[in-house]
């Protein structure tokens, strides 16, 4: 009998510290799970009281903003290379005298083209008596109608005075058009 008195008490003495040790567990998993609460709790509201869920939709309403100041900057991007390329770009001017009565070399071919080689030759021919003005039209570079030495100098000049080739124009359209592709995937995710 005294042998199994003897091992009651054992069975008694390691349940006592089986459940000192459950205990201590416990307490030290609800230190944990406060301190998990607070931070949870912290993140949630934030430093300022702000939510969250309200923080990442203000951050989520300025990236669509940005985005579309993006797109409207690119649009504007477009706009101008291609504005670019219509505008008066290269010029050439050659002064001479058009009649022998004259002096100071008064006449002059001015030649005007855009970035497309498209534009005209103006000239002016002054002489004493008589002033007279002709305009002619410059396709790609060339004059369909008969023109003078001097309005073939001028035009001349004007192809070589700013060479920007046309791929550069049109790499500028397929780069902002790349990019506005870029903003809409972005959109997209």
Do not use: W
Not at 15 to 25: F, G, K, R, S, T
Not at 76 to 103: C, I, P, T
Not at 140 to 161: P, T, Y
Request: net charge negative; proline share 1%.
């Amino acid at each position: 009998m005294f042998s199994g008195s003897l091992t009651t008490y054992i069975i008694f003495a390691v349940m006592a510290l089986l459940l000192i040790v459950a205990l201590v567990q416990v307490f030290l998993l609800r230190a944990k799970v406060a301190s998990l609460s607070r931070k949870y709790q912290y993140f949630m509201t934030g430093e300022n009281g702000l939510s969250l869920e309200r923080q990442l939709s203000v951050e989520v309403k300025e990236l669509r903003e940005m985005t579309r100041s993006s797109e409207d900057m690119l649009h504007q991007h477009e706009l101008l290379s291609n504005m670019q390329v219509q505008s008066f770009q290269r010029s050439g001017l050659v002064k001479y005298d058009a009649f022998d009565d004259s002096g100071d070399k008064l006449s002059f071919s001015l030649t005007l083209l855009d970035g497309a080689n498209n534009g005209f030759v103006l000239s002016s021919l002054v002489g004493r008596e008589t002033s007279r003005i002709y305009a002619k039209p410059i396709l790609n570079g060339q004059c369909r109608e008969a023109i003078s030495s001097e309005e073939a100098e001028s035009i001349g000049m004007a192809l070589a005075s700013y060479e920007q080739p046309r791929h550069i124009a049109e790499e500028n359209q397929k780069n902002a058009a790349g990019a506005s592709e870029a903003v809409q995937e972005v959109r997209g995710a």
